[in-house]
């Protein structure tokens, strides 16, 4: 108990220094961008515009959080927009054939629907985690193969038609549902980023993916099991981005191979990389990750309400990710070694 | 910009280069007979917060070597990088060759012929050894690369520094002693007046070493200034002309070397008195702890291995870099494959060797390099530390970690080890040589282990941070753990074992035991491997 306390003064009084360092600016931005937003258009705050918001960010955020683990380790997943767009129409098909065989039994539709769902992204992630750890192949190289695939397994599904045929109740008692005033997708990305950041600070799988991140020959000396490891961190990506998708599919009320797509893996990268994920691995925290997901939604929204051209949208994604992985390289600078 | 520099001489051969750098040097040292090559005055460097350099002075005259001693954190190595351009200084005054500089930055340090060789390798893993050498200074005609040219000049200048170095080999194909070769081979390419060396030696045989001491003997003859950090007294006695101890980021005393006496810099250094350098160890060898049968490992480095190790006594195994001593040790904690033979650890055979298992076993490896594969820099203290131990229930249970336990657990190590600062927060990347040595030996304390392998335990760590390590294992010994030790630094294994075996080629060459343990008869062991290999 003495200890503890003793361990902790030091670490108090450094702490305003210390916590610009870590959380870095964006939580100012973020906030910048709030008052901002709200002074010069009213509609910013409007409710409507909020659930929006939330609905959105709570999206990007649950894949951003899955992207973040795998770079963490040292790798790098393209693969998630397709997930997200395999998984929609895996639900709606498995959910609309459910729904033939045994017509009015929801609570079966629902659950073999979002079982298959999350398995088909259950499926690509372990192939992914198979290829980079087994065979040794980079993991950007393998999940812009399972990218490929599986958008096109997904239009293979769907023919490129939206796949109806859902229980009613998943549609708007779920996925276009309202609890506690939050969207379920709100609640759904609350849970899914406290379970990481519990996985990524108090489980040894967390601390074993800062360690392969950071130093992959020092983890397997230090006796670490690497491979597991790495097939997890793309299982968990994938699956989330499954998840994502189901959520997308629920919302919308059909299944589309269109959800996703380069769009959201781009996004989730950046939110990744501005959220302080360092691409050497090793760094990265899950609790920013998801306030750069926010960040970047809320950036969006804002550019849509000024009326910004569409196509500029992107270089201001563009040029805030570059500056965010500036920034940082700047403070890793010069720091001396005692 | 790539081919003017080597126009006036980059890249020609150093000895017809250096004679004309002497040249130049005796017109200087005529005009101006008082100033010395390097004159530094009141140079201080602060890192956010820390202040690394106070004030310091130092001269180096032409044809000198002068030796910078300190502990870790004595500021030697921002010294040697404000001198070779890698970051300017706060404040304070740079005169080089009588001019005053400002704004060095490291391409304009190598122009005007300040050419560091720095521990940690500048060079590119994925490029040969000629590629690197020419790295910035490429021979090019017309924008096009000469390539013959520069496998021309290479191979002379290898052929001249007398390093068995193959110009087309890519660096990260060679042995670390090699890389440090390519290292010093490019800091000679081209026009060189000051030569900054870090630890030259700390990964050369005794034989590179010698041919080290002799291009050293004659670039002081042709006037080229030597800055030179090491923690090896020999050397220190062998090379220097003056000695400038640090200690804290402050200039302590500059003493002439003939007339100081090793005990006297020691005392400077870390302002205590050291009596002896390896601490007198009682060896009670016990039980056969880990036994090797026939071992020969899938990449042939290892051959026909017998050899065991006792536990109450440390169990040498000295060698010639590459002689496959350190993949012997490597290969029983399950990091090399094994082809044949057995291993047994506690008289239980041990199959399929894993670092998993070895640590479950009581088996722990101190790898030589800790940057390469003992931590993850960018990642605290703390976790670097407990990373071995995390599968134990007091670290962890169902998966789930104790953070708690594993702080206080943690800090009560690197206390017991005397890690300075004592923040065990910090990332690993900002530690110094003996304290990221602190770290690794630190795992070793999270768990119940009998049998501790350490390869190369003193590289790039100071004089009080290797009587620490030595201590250490002094204390494991005589609680009753097996220590084997692999080194290629005879005093240092010779003075801790207790048996010794001698590694030459992948086979054991010599047992020595008691009073055959002499530097005379591992040298002899190593000669004779060699005749009868040649003759066969």
Known sequence: ?338 | MASRPNGRGGSEAPARLLTATETRMNVEIDSKPATPLLQLRGISKRFTGVRALDRIDLDVRAGELHVLFGENGAGKSTLINVVSGTFPPDEGTFHFGGEEIHHLTPQRAREIGISPVFQEFSLIPSLTVEENLFLGREVTRGGVLHSREMRKRASALIDELGFDLDPAQRIDDLSRAHQQMAEIAKALLGRVRLLILDEPTASLTERETGRLFELIARLKSQNVGLIYVSHRMREIRALADRVTVLRDGRHIRTLDAATSTDGELVELMTGRTIDLLFPTITHQPDKVMVEVENLTLADGSVRDVNFHARSGEITGIAGLVGCGKSELIRAIYGIERTSSGVIRIDDAPYEFPTPRHSLKRGVAYFPANRIAEGLALSRPIRENASMTGLDLPAFARFGVLRQAAERVTIAGIMEQLQLRPPNIERSAGALSGGNRQKVMLGRALTRELTVFLFDEPSVGIDVGAKLEVYEFMKRLVETGAAVIVVSSELPEVLALSNRLYVMHQGRIAAELTGAERTEQNVLSSFFREHLTAEVA
């Open chain 1, 1 to 338: 108990m003495n200890t503890a306390l003793v361990a902790a003064a030091p670490r108090h009084a450094i702490s305003l220094r210390s916590i610009a360092g870590r959380i870095g600016l964006l939580p100012a931005l973020l906030v910048l961008l709030v008052a901002g937003m709200s002074a010069v258009d009213a509609q910013f705050y409007g409710l409507i515009n909020v659930l929006n918001i939330l609905r959105n960010a709570s999206l990007l955020a649950i894949v951003a959080c899955g992207q973040a683990l795998v770079i963490i380790a040292g790798g790098f997943d393209l693969s998630v927009g397709a997930v997200v767009a395999l998984a929609s129409v895996v639900t709606a098909k498995a959910m609309a054939a459910t729904a033939a065989a045994f017509p009015g039994n929801n609570a079966l539709i629902i659950a073999s629907g979002v079982a298959a769902g999350l398995g088909s992204g259950a499926v690509v992630g372990l192939v992914n985690g198979f290829c980079v750890a087994r065979l040794k192949v980079s993991g950007f190289v393998v999940t812009l193969g399972t990218m490929s695939a599986t958008a096109g397994v997904g239009l293979m599904i769907t023919n490129g038609i939206p796949v109806y045929g859902m229980p009613e109740i998943f549609v708007k008692g779920f996925g276009r549902a309202q609890a506690l005033g939050l969207p379920t997708a709100a609640h759904i990305a609350l849970i899914v980023i406290l379970v990481m950041v519990f996985a990524q600070r108090r489980t040894l799988f967390g601390r074993y993916v800062y360690a392969i991140g950071g130093n992959v020959d020092a983890a397997v000396v230090s006796g670490v099991t690497i491979q597991r490891h790495i097939v997890g961190t793309y299982v968990v990506s994938s699956v989330l981005a499954a998840l994502t998708g189901i959520l997308l599919t629920a919302q919308v009320g059909s299944g589309q191979a269109s959800f996703g797509g380069d769009r959201m893996m781009l996004q989730s990268i950046a939110a990744a990389v501005i959220g302080g994920v360092s691409l050497r691995g090793g760094v990265g925290r899950i609790e920013i990750v998801a306030i750069s997901a926010l960040f970047l939604t809320i950036l969006g929204n804002a550019l849509n309400l000024l009326h910004v051209d569409s196509r500029l949208q992107p270089v201001f994604l563009g040029v805030i990710m570059v500056a965010a992985v500036a920034l940082d390289e700047l403070s890793r600078r010069s720091k001396p070694r005692v």
